[in-house]
C-alpha cells in the first residue's frame, strides 16, 4: 500500500514562495512508470494539475504555472518537494500529491489527503 504524505506551512504571505514536501511510503519513487505529481483546488474551482516528477527525474509543468513552479526530489528520503514562487491569494488553495501511474495510460492511483495553503498577509 502506497502512501503519501503533504507537509508544509498552512500559511504564506503574498510573493513569498510555498514550498510543500510530499513523503512517499510503501513504494519509491524512482519505480517505472510512476510520475509523481502536484494537485491543487482552489475555492469554488475544480483540480489544478501543477506538475510531476517521473520515475528517472524528469519534470513536467502545466503551461500555466511554468514560469513560477518547480519540483524536485529527495531519493534518499524517498520525497519530492513543490515551490511555488511568487504567490498571490489566488494560489489559495488545498494542494496535493498524488502518485500517476503512466505506464498503461495516464491516471492517479494513490492521493494525499492535502493540506490547505492559505496565501495572506
Known amino acids: 500500500q502506497v502512501q503519501l504524505q503533504e507537509s508544509g506551512p498552512g500559511l504564506v504571505k503574498p510573493s513569498q514562495t510555498l514550498s510543500l514536501t510530499c513523503t512517499v511510503s510503501?513504494?519509491?519513487?524512482?519505480?517505472?512508470?510512476?510520475?509523481w505529481s502536484w494537485i491543487r483546488q482552489s475555492p469554488g474551482k475544480g483540480l489544478e494539475w501543477m506538475g510531476a516528477i517521473g520515475y528517472s527525474g524528469n519534470t513536467y509543468y502545466s503551461p500555466s504555472l511554468k514560469s513560477r513552479t518547480s519540483i524536485s526530489r529527495d531519493t534518499s528520503k524517498n520525497q519530492f518537494t513543490l515551490q511555488l514562487s511568487t504567490v498571490t491569494p489566488e494560489d489559495t488553495a488545498v494542494y496535493s500529491c498524488?502518485?500517476?501511474?503512466?505506464?498503461?495510460?495516464?491516471?492517479?492511483?494513490?492521493w494525499g489527503q492535502g493540506t490547505q495553503v492559505t496565501v495572506s498577509s
Open positions: 498524488a502518485r500517476v501511474e503512466g505506464g498503461s495510460g495516464w491516471y492517479v492511483d494513490y
Open positions: 510503501g513504494g519509491s519513487i524512482t519505480t517505472t512508470y510512476y510520475y
